[in-house]
């Protein structure tokens, strides 16, 4: 069993930068792949981010692609979306998710809480 704990999120203006952070407990974290996953209200939740077990594959959406990094940090069992030149479309609430190497949600068996980011105009 994996747990996650996401955090950094909050509220900013359009341009700035927010560095989301996701805690994992148990022992199995670098057995995973990790990705970040975000749903703004009335919206289906949608793929941002995956990095791979031991992070030498990352993929990214589109929407994000240049300007969102995902890191890990395995020793720590962490992982994180760096966030630059944030846009009000990038509000949403974000989830870390554990799982296969994927963009599908479905291929995830593990999920945090979320974190709320509101980027305003």
């Known amino acids: 069993q994996v747990q996650l704990v996401e955090s950094g999120g909050g509220l900013v203006q359009a341009g700035d930068s927010l560095r989301l952070a996701c805690a994992a407990s148990?022992?199995?974290?670098?057995?995973?792949?990790m990705g970040w996953f975000r749903q703004a209200p009335g919206k289906e939740r949608s793929f941002v981010a995956a990095i791979s077990a031991y992070g030498g594959s990352t993929r990214y959406a589109d929407s994000v692609k240049g300007r969102f990094t995902i890191s890990r940090d395995n020793a720590k069992n962490t992982v994180y979306l760096q966030m630059n030149g944030l846009k009000p479309e990038d509000t949403a609430a974000y989830y870390c998710?554990?799982?296969?190497?994927?963009?599908?949600?479905?291929?995830?068996?593990?999920w945090g809480q979320g974190t709320q980011v509101t980027v305003s105009s």
């Open positions: 148990g022992r199995t974290f670098s057995a995973y792949a």
């Open positions: 998710a554990g799982g296969r190497y994927s963009t599908i949600s479905s291929e995830y068996n593990y």
